[in-house]
């Protein structure tokens, strides 16, 4: 079945760095990738998106980069603030409706 | 703000009870997809309805149910409890069925005892 597998599943890093995640898919008609920012209670949000037509694409501190021969998508935020500090679900569109997650990368930044 | 709101916030039941959990979707948005997300997992899909009817499954069984309103309110209704039912449950709106953006809300936190 379709399936997105995230890594890594804790990330900790200096205020400051760079924090990389990475994710791969399973369905190869998946066209559409999200990637989503959960804070404690919250709901997740939507942070950057990515088509199956575009291999990169960036807003900002986020940056979204798309292999889509080899499956693989992966999040890069620059210049990380104590803020940035959640959990980063990375998810692909499905059957045209059906969005899958991954199982989430919990990113600590230090400050 | 996504301007999706669900009730209750927290919900304690017993095993073999029936629940239900309600949403109030953006509005203007027609489609809503509910999630089941245990603790230290992403969502898992359940289901979507868009303009009040089911429009795709996830796997769960049928003691999982939904409906949809007019007024851009839903329902996400769950018989005959099991411990493993215990959860955060999300629904997200979306313009549109065809519209692949997910606007959630904060969830409800159900326990089941």
């Known amino acids: 079945g379709e399936n997105v597998e995230q890594h890594p599943s804790t990330l900790s890093v200096q205020e400051g760095d760079s924090a990389v995640i990475k994710c791969t898919y399973s369905?190869?008609?998946?066209?559409?990738f999200p990637w989503y920012k959960q804070e404690l209670g919250k709901g997740p949000q939507l942070i950057i998106d990515?088509?199956?037509?575009?291999g990169e694409k960036k807003d900002q501190r986020i940056a979204v980069t798309l292999n889509k021969t080899a499956k693989h998508f992966s999040l890069h935020i620059t210049e990380t603030q104590p803020e940035d500090s959640a959990v980063y679900f990375c998810?692909?569109?499905?059957?045209?409706?059906?969005?899958?997650f991954g199982a989430g990368t919990r990113l600590f930044v230090k400050a | 703000e996504t301007g999706v709101t669900q009730s209750p916030t927290h919900l304690i039941k017993t095993r073999g009870q029936q629940v239900t959990l309600r949403c109030s979707s953006q509005?203007?948005?027609?489609?809503v997809s509910w999630y089941q997300q245990a603790l230290g997992q992403g969502p898992q899909f359940i289901f979507q309805?868009?303009?009040?009817?089911?429009?795709g499954r996830g796997n769960f069984p049928p003691r999982f149910s939904g409906l949809q309103f007019p007024n851009y309110s839903s329902e996400l209704n769950v018989n005959a409890l099991e411990l493993d039912d215990s959860a955060l449950y999300l629904c997200?709106?979306?313009?549109?069925?065809?519209?692949?953006?997910?606007?959630f809300g904060s969830g409800t936190q159900l326990s089941v005892l």
């Open positions: 309805y868009y303009r009040e009817e089911e429009n």
């Open positions: 369905d190869s008609a998946s066209n559409y």
């Open positions: 990515i088509r199956s037509n575009v």
């Open positions: 509005s203007g948005h027609n489609t």
């Open positions: 997200a709106s979306s313009l549109d069925r065809t519209e692949e953006k997910l606007f």
């Open positions: 998810a692909a569109l499905t059957g045209g409706f059906k969005t899958i």
